[in-house]
Each structure stands twice: as C-alpha cells, then as structure tokens.
C-alpha cells in the first residue's frame, strides 16, 4: 500500500500492512545480468528475498538467501531473456513498516 498521508510534508512511502508481505516486480533490461539487489526501509529488522520468474509460468525461484533491510543481497546472477524478471519480496512481522526504494544492481552480459 502507498502512504500518501504525509505528501504535503514530502514524504511517500510503500508500507506493509499487518502480516502480509510486500511485494515489487523487476524486468532486466536486454542483454544485461542482475547481479545484487538492496531495499531500503525503516525496519531494519524485516527481511527480503529475491526471485527470478518467468512470464510463462508460476514458478519462481530463490536467488540469494534472507537479506535484512538496509542490506545488499548479491544474488545468483540473473542473465536477462525474453520472459523473465525477478520479484522481490519483503516480509512484515505485523509491524506498519515503510519501504523507501531500492536497487538492483545490473552488469551488461
């Protein structure tokens, strides 16, 4: 859910709601790798797992393991195809936690 409340402060804000998880797609431009990803938010606490996808089914697989916010995740490098991106996930104890941004890191192949 985005958090607008606080927009004549200037401030924006993905944020977690109860228990369930956040969630972000990513597409990996052509003829590049995603090599390492980094969330950034305000529970330092909380995790994120990265995944590559695949348009053409439901399955999804882990790419680097259980990284705190704040923390850089260098994933098992993902080389862009026609049909994949990746999905990052990050988790919430039950806590309004904000998600300010994030990266990923890419190399060209």
Known sequence: ?????????NELYLHSFSTSDCFAFVSIPKFFTATAV?????????N?????????TNTITLKGSATAIGSENNITDVASTS??????????????DEIHGGFVEITAT
């Open 1 to 9: 859910m985005i958090e607008d409340d606080d927009i004549a402060s």
């Open 83 to 96: 049909t994949n991106y990746l999905v990052i996930r990050v988790t919430s104890a039950g806590n309004t």
């Open 48 to 56: 994120y797992y990265v995944y590559e996808a695949n348009i053409n």
């Open 38 to 46: 980094r969330i950034y938010g305000s529970n330092t606490s909380e």
